[in-house]
């Protein structure tokens, strides 16, 4: 009888996607040595926690949306039902893989993964921003308001999956820094370019509907900011995060890439 809850997580979270998360949460590993096993592990539960967020962030209750990634979202294909089963399935799955000595021998490392994960997914992070976020219909917002409801709903992630490397690697203090600063960059970042995206492109090339914000009501960095100043703040955000990185030297490569990926990328 559970086969049908299984093929709905199958379905979330192995349908197309940019994976972003989990390849920060592998190169900011490699920055310290981690064993690349643990940071695979730590690098599925991020996603699976994204996964999750989507799911439920598709609902007729929150978003309601009926198509992601140029597929019918996991509510339209299956049910309601299932769709919220399968966000409590992805969730807690995430802390059964952080909590496993495969992931890491030392009890304190796991608990501080799960730990932060848990701050970086709950009611001080991401589920605050969707809050913030569905309650900001038709209200008038000012830029730093909207900056802290994207920090929580997009940036708690992203912060946690570059920090999960550092962790994972017992890193440094100011190697730490580097990596929160870098983080809080390129989340804001991939924010505004959502934003422009939502205003620029089509549902074909995104896969998901567009100009959702406005027919929602919602005001965004573009509707604020203006498309001109929302790309120079955008690029202004990539090259900040790239010189968050200068303490890792060429071994950051891949991170300064993710920087300029966030600007150009078309979905």
């Given at each position: 009888m559970e086969k049908k809850l299984f093929d709905a997580i199958d379905y979330s979270i192995l349908s197309s996607g940019k994976r972003l998360r989990p390849f920060l949460v592998l190169?900011?590993?490699?920055?310290?040595?981690?064993?690349?096993?643990?940071?695979l592990r730590v690098a599925a539960a991020i996603e699976m926690v994204h996964a999750y967020s989507i799911v439920h962030d598709d609902l007729p209750s929150m978003d309601d949306d009926d198509l992601r990634r140029g597929k019918p979202t996991t509510h339209k294909k299956f049910n309601e039902a299932i769709a919220i089963l399968t966000g409590d399935s992805l969730l807690t799955l995430?802390?059964?893989?952080?909590?496993?000595?495969?992931?890491?021998?030392?009890?304190?490392?796991?608990?501080?993964?799960?730990?932060?994960?848990a701050k970086a997914a709950g009611a001080c992070g991401m589920v605050a921003g969707q809050m913030m976020d569905l309650e900001a219909e038709n209200k008038k917002l000012s830029i730093g308001?909207?900056?802290?409801?994207?920090?929580?709903k997009t940036g708690a992630l992203i912060a946690f999956s570059c920090n999960a490397g550092a962790i994972l690697g017992r890193a440094e203090k100011k190697h730490k820094f580097a990596l929160q600063g870098y983080a809080h960059d390129i989340g804001l970042a991939y924010q505004i370019r959502d934003d422009l995206l939502d205003v620029t492109s089509t549902t074909k090339k995104l896969g998901k509907k567009v100009n959702k914000d406005k027919k929602a009501g919602k005001k965004n960095f573009v509707s604020i900011l203006g498309k001109d100043r929302a790309k120079k703040q955008l690029e202004f955000l990539s090259n900040q995060a790239i010189k968050h990185l200068k303490v890792f030297d060429h071994k950051a490569d891949l991170l300064r890439e993710v920087a300029r990926f966030i600007v150009e990328r078309k979905k």
């Open positions: 190169k900011s590993s490699e920055l310290f040595s981690v064993e690349k096993e643990r940071a995430s802390f059964e893989i952080l909590s496993d000595t495969l992931t890491h021998s030392d009890a304190k490392i796991r608990c501080e993964l799960i730990y932060e994960l308001i909207i900056t802290r409801i994207q920090r929580l």
